[in-house]
């Protein structure tokens, strides 16, 4: 698998088996960055999600693996870098240990990215989603109707299945084999909750890990417009009540609580 130097990191050898997928749409100026700061990986991909910029090109340059999703969504451009590892697979790689998920805007400090995956090298967890409520983020980096819909949701997934998160990270790193078992669907805003759901249905060893967040480089193309929030809200709904009523919550945790926040 090809690397991203950036800075060290513990586990150096384990960190060749990590794969981390950053979905991009229109993020040429916020990418360099985001693959400068990163720790060295076994592999990045960047999936192109229709950008009109030179999203891609700038990838490319940094050393990234490079697929293109035209279908918009989310969701979309994590299913299109999941199904670039299974062909990486198929092609007679080695899968991943661990697959990560980071935004591509530099809103998160990829330099977690060792403490969102070490816990599961370490193996106390499966599982490791960010929460960025924790510790107060950077001045106008989550607007009060994104810390509502946030806190919102992570109230009602508790009514629902049991287990107390505190945010819907995109920051998150998953067992690869769990990963699997999740069979993950969504296409756009409903995949962070999903992959919540599921990973608590399934029984997967939960951890939060607080992590600091700035304000994004360009303009959100969720919680930047009304149409983005109201949409981004009607389907944070709708997804709890898909996968989680729908699933079931047997193997929601007795107490309602999480690994974390740590």
């Not at 060295?40 to 009109?52: A, C, L």
């Not at 994590?78 to 697979?89: D, Q």
């Not at 109230?155 to 995109?170: E, Q």
Request: proline share 6%.
């Amino acid at each position: 698998m090809s690397g991203v130097l950036g800075s060290s990191a513990e586990h150096y050898d384990l960190w060749d088996a990590v794969t981390v997928v950053i979905p991009a749409l229109n993020e040429e100026k916020s990418l360099p960055l985001v693959l400068s700061d990163m720790p060295r990986v076994g592999q990045v991909i960047v999936v192109d999600n229709g950008s009109t910029d030179g999203t891609a090109a700038v990838a490319s340059r940094h050393g990234a693996t490079v697929v293109a999703e035209p279908r918009r969504g989310y969701g979309s451009a994590c299913l299109r870098g999941l199904a670039a590892i299974e062909a990486s697979i198929r092609d007679g790689n080695a899968a991943p240990e661990v697959v990560a998920f980071l935004d591509a805007d530099y809103s998160d400090h990829p330099q977690m990215l060792v403490d969102v995956v070490t816990p599961i090298l370490d193996d106390v967890a499966d599982f490791v989603v960010s929460s960025r409520l924790v510790q107060p983020p950077d001045p106008g980096a989550m607007p009060p109707h994104s810390r509502l819909g946030n806190r919102l949701a992570c109230f009602l997934m508790r009514l629902v299945i049991g287990h107390r998160y505190t945010d819907l990270g995109p920051l998150r790193a998953i067992r690869y084999e769990s990963l699997q078992r999740l069979q993950m669907s969504d296409t756009n805003f409903g995949w962070t909750i999903e992959m919540q759901i599921k990973a608590v249905q399934h029984g997967l060893r939960i951890q939060e890990v607080a992590v600091p967040y700035r304000c994004r480089i360009g303009k959100s193309k969720i919680s930047g417009t009304i149409r983005g929030s109201l949409c981004a809200g009607a389907k944070i709904l709708y997804s709890i009540a898909k996968y989680g009523w729908a699933g079931g919550s047997m193997h929601a945790s007795a107490d309602g609580r999480s690994n974390g926040p740590i």
